[in-house]
Structure formats: structure tokens, C-alpha cells
């Protein structure tokens, strides 16, 4: 009886410390939606689109900064509880935008919230037992996916009563879109005022009695007195110091393999190109040829697949191990981003008067007529294509012309690109997406740890931002082939780096791995 009221305490922390990845999943995809309709009515080029898209992980990188330090001052909980509220003014903020530049800041201060990825695995790692921390922090990604997957089937109904509901129009339905997730900020502020303090965090304070009372509901009775005492060893052997002696021990000659680790997976997680596709979804589905309303049902079709892929990763986490699904899944990352890139590459693109008829049957106010110059034209590229229709249509107009324009005048194998992108899609979300929070709530020692997580979290940002930042106007001046045969080629880097570097940590407390691990 004791030991599964345990793991139900375990279980209820752990989701509500994760919730903060629900609304971040709601977040990513919302803006997906949200992107066509945000760049036609404020007239957004490729570089201001990515702005909007990326300027959340600006935010998150000016966070990671102070995040180790706060956590350390204030705690764990503290600190959820303060990145909850900033979602909150986030979102009321972009949803509410009355320009570019306002919606630009709502979604920086947003992202200054993403920290809460870092700070939950943090908070996770510390309060969760050995056996079960990989499925506990994997929590945190399923809760992105199913966050994402709401977002998704609501942009695809609000996208659909665009023309039945008179309160919806092109103009505000990004409004309706971005607002959605207030409803869930509050929820996680409610629920976050239930949980306790990390235990750790609490011993390294000088608070023993309460984090006993804490390992005491987290604990089977028999394992809180050796668990307890291994933490204050820890703690006692740790020497406090400030943050930046921390990070001079951080960067110090006997971390440097974990650190490598860290700092590789966190490159590879990022560059891959997963923050770039889930922001723009729509956009990719758009590159294939297909309708609005049919872009919008594929992105329900892929946070499913997501959704399934992170239940793999949970189940199989404590199984197969970490350094099992990291290798598979970036194999498969490689075979799906090939098989993308090759749809791309096959495809070409003729305007002619059957296009015109398509794209007049499909809407009859559908101006045709400033076409009729690139009639009888052959393109071999989306980006010939894109740069001619960029000469006829301003940046208001392009963005709710293009997805038809596409699908009316496009020769493709959709099979290779579908399956990319849902390959894809899974395979990061059964291994590099959960298992990088896993890995790096166990890589780093107590003593370094605070400045140790916002700091790889802050590399995996970095890489993050470069991509998502770019991707529109790689789509525009690249074409989508060659954006994925990019991504295809870091996915090979990594999964080379990976094999040769990755340790193996399931099941193995934070105390056993430093011991393990750090290299005197």
C-alpha cells in the first residue's frame, strides 16, 4: 500500500512540474497556425516571419542566464511557479497584438517561460526515484506532444469556421489561436501551489526534516534513510560557492567529457530541425500542394504520430536505456529527412490553364487573372516558382495565395515527403526529443548542476533559434530539398558523435553516475 501511494505522489508531482511542457506544446503550435494569417495581415517578409516564430528561444536565452541562480536562491518551485505567470502575460499579450512589434514582445517574454523545460527536469530528476526519473522526465515531452496536438486540432477547427462562423475571419482567427492557452496557464498556476519543494534543494539549505518528510511520500519507507543520507554526503561535499565558481568548475578538466556529451546531444537536438518544422507546420505541409483546410488536418495527423512516438520513449526509456534510443532515433531521423528531401527534389511545376481552373473551382474569387503572365511557364524549383509569384503579390497577399498556387501546378511523390515528416516527427519524439531532459538531468553533479542544466539548455536554444530563425527564408531562397537534405546531414553528424560518446546512465542514482562519470 505504501509503495504505490509512493509512486501516485511521484506520478502527481511529476505531471504537474511537466505541465509547464503542456503549455509550451500549446505555444509551438499555436504560432504554426497562427503564422499565415499573422505574416498576411501585417505584411511580414521571410525573415520577419522567423522572427516571430523564433524570438521565444531569444527569450529563453536570455532566461538560462539567471535560471541556475534563481533556482538556487529561491528554489525549484518557486521558480515553476513564477514562469507559469509569465506564460500567462505572454500569451494575453500576443494574443492581443495590435502590431508586428507588440506580437514580436509577447512572444519573447512567452519564451522567457520555456525555461520551465529546464527547471522541471530539474525538479523531476531531484524528486523522482533512480528506477523511475528517465519515465518521469520523459513526462515532460508527452506533455509537449499532447499540448501540440490540442493546439492543432483547434487551429483546425477554428481554420474551418473561418467561413461559416461570421465572428472568424482571416484577420483576427490568429487571436483565437494564440488565446486558447490562457485557459491552461491558469490551471498549472492552480496546480502548482499543490507540490512540494525538491528535497534536495531543501538539504542543500539546511532543511533536512522537511525534505525527509518529502522523500517519506516520494520513497518506499525502507529507502529513505539511505537515500537521504547519499544526498547530504553529496551536499556536504559539495563546497559553496557562487555561480561564477561554479561555472569555472563546470568548465573545469574533469567535467569536460560530460560536458562534450551534453553539448553535442544538445547541437544535434536542436539542428535537426524539429523547432523549424512544429513552428511552421502548416508551411511544410503547404510545400507538397495541398488546400488550407487540407494542411491543417496533416498537422493533427502529425501531433498524433508525436503523441504515439513519446509513449515509446516512456515505455521503453528504463528498458532499452537512453543511449539505445538516441542511436535509433537519430537513424531514423537521417532515413526520414533523406526520403523528405528527395519528395522535394523529384518535384516540379507547371502553370497552365488547368492550374487556373483548379484554382478557380476550389475558389471561385480566386483573382486568376494576375497569373496569366506565368502561364505556359515550367519550373524545375519551388524557389523559381516562389520568387515569380513574389514579383505579382505583395507580402499581404502571398501568404493566403501561395498553398493554392502550389497545389494546382505541382508534379510530386508525396509518399516520400509524408513519410519523411511523420518519420521524422516520430523518431524524434521516441528519442532525441524526451531522452536529451533525461540525460541531462542525470549527467552533472549536485555541485555544478544549477548552472550546469540552463547552461546545455542554453547550447540546445542556440541551436534551436539558428534553425527555426532560418527556416523561412531557407524554404524561400533554398527550396525545401535542399533545407532538409541540410537537416539530413546534421542528423548523420550527430548520430557518429553519439555512437562513439553517449555512456549508458538508466538506473543509476545522481551520486553513482558523478562517481562514474566525472574524471579526476
Not at 517561460?113 to 515531452?141: C, H, K, N, W
Not at 532543511?207 to 529513505?224: G, M, N, S, Y
Request: aromatic content about 12%; hydrophobic content about 50%; some cysteine.
Amino acid at each position: 500500500m505504501q509503495v504505490s501511494t509512493t509512486r501516485r505522489n511521484v506520478t502527481r508531482y511529476a505531471l504537474i512540474a511537466a505541465f509547464g511542457g503542456f503549455v509550451f506544446g500549446l505555444d509551438a503550435a499555436n504560432i504554426s497556425g497562427a503564422m499565415r494569417y499573422v505574416s498576411a495581415l501585417f505584411g511580414l517578409s521571410s525573415t520577419q516571419a522567423g522572427l516571430v516564430a523564433s524570438v521565444p528561444l531569444v527569450g529563453v536565452i536570455f532566461a538560462l542566464f539567471f535560471t541556475g541562480m534563481l533556482c538556487d536562491r529561491f528554489g525549484r518551485k518557486r521558480i515553476l511557479l513564477a514562469i507559469a505567470y509569465t506564460y500567462l502575460v505572454s500569451a494575453a499579450l500576443s494574443a492581443f497584438a495590435p502590431s508586428y512589434e507588440v506580437l514580436v514582445l509577447g512572444r519573447f517574454i512567452g519564451g522567457v517561460a520555456f525555461a520551465s523545460l529546464t527547471v522541471s527536469a530539474m525538479y523531476i530528476g531531484e524528486i523522482a526515484p533512480a528506477d523511475q526519473r528517465g519515465r518521469f522526465v520523459s513526462v515532460s515531452q508527452l506533455l509537449i506532444t499532447l499540448g501540440s496536438l490540442l493546439a492543432f486540432i483547434v487551429n483546425y477547427f477554428l481554420v474551418g469556421w473561418i467561413d461559416d462562423v461570421a465572428m472568424f475571419t482571416d484577420q483576427n482567427i490568429w487571436r483565437f489561436m494564440l488565446g486558447f492557452e490562457i485557459i491552461f496557464n491558469v490551471i498549472w498556476i492552480a496546480a502548482l501551489y499543490t507540490i512540494p519543494k525538491s528535497p534536495r534543494w531543501l538539504i542543500s539549505k539546511g532543511q533536512d526534516i522537511e525534505a525527509r518528510e518529502i522523500f517519506a511520500k516520494t520513497l518506499p519507507e525502507d529507502q529513505v534513510a539511505a537515500v537521504l543520507a547519499d544526498v547530504e554526503q553529496s551536499v556536504e561535499n559539495e563546497t559553496r560557492t557562487d555561480v561564477v565558481v561554479q561555472l569555472g568548475k563546470l568548465f573545469s578538466r574533469p567535467m569536460w567529457y560530460v560536458l562534450a556529451v551534453a553539448c553535442i546531444y544538445a547541437v544535434v537536438q536542436g539542428a535537426t530541425g524539429m523547432n523549424a518544422v512544429l513552428f511552421f507546420a502548416p508551411t511544410v505541409f503547404e510545400q507538397v500542394g495541398m488546400t488550407t483546410e487540407d494542411t491543417f488536418f496533416q498537422t493533427m495527423i502529425l501531433g498524433l504520430v508525436a503523441v504515439l512516438g513519446t509513449l515509446v520513449a516512456i515505455s521503453l526509456v528504463e528498458k532499452w536505456g537512453r543511449r539505445t534510443l538516441t542511436l535509433l532515433g537519430l537513424g531514423l531521423v537521417v532515413v526520414a529527412h533523406t526520403s523528405t528531401w528527395y519528395g522535394f527534389n523529384s518535384a516540379t511545376y507547371e502553370l497552365n490553364e488547368a492550374s487556373i481552373t483548379q484554382i478557380t473551382a476550389a475558389d471561385p474569387e480566386f483573382e486568376t487573372s494576375r497569373l496569366d503572365g506565368l502561364v505556359g511557364n515550367v519550373y524545375e524549383s519551388d524557389v523559381e516558382l516562389k520568387t515569380d509569384l513574389a514579383s505579382i503579390y505583395s507580402l499581404e497577399e502571398l501568404p493566403l495565395v501561395s498553398g493554392a498556387i502550389i497545389d494546382s501546378t505541382i508534379t510530386i511523390e508525396p509518399f516520400f515527403v509524408l513519410f519523411g515528416l511523420f518519420a521524422f516527427y516520430a523518431a524524434f519524439n521516441m528519442s532525441i526529443g524526451p531522452i536529451m531532459w533525461v540525460i541531462f538531468s542525470e549527467l552533472f553533479p549536485t555541485s555544478v548542476r544549477s548552472v550546469a542544466l540552463p547552461f546545455v539548455a542554453l547550447v540546445q536554444t542556440i541551436s534551436s533559434y539558428a534553425i527555426t530563425q532560418a527556416f523561412p527564408w531557407q524554404l524561400e531562397n533554398m527550396g525545401s530539398a535542399t533545407t532538409f537534405l541540410i537537416f539530413a546531414v546534421i542528423g548523420v553528424i550527430g548520430l557518429v558523435a553519439m555512437y562513439f560518446l553517449l555512456p549508458e546512465t538508466k538506473g543509476k542514482t545522481i551520486e553513482q553516475l558523478e562517481q562514474e562519470l566525472i574524471r579526476t
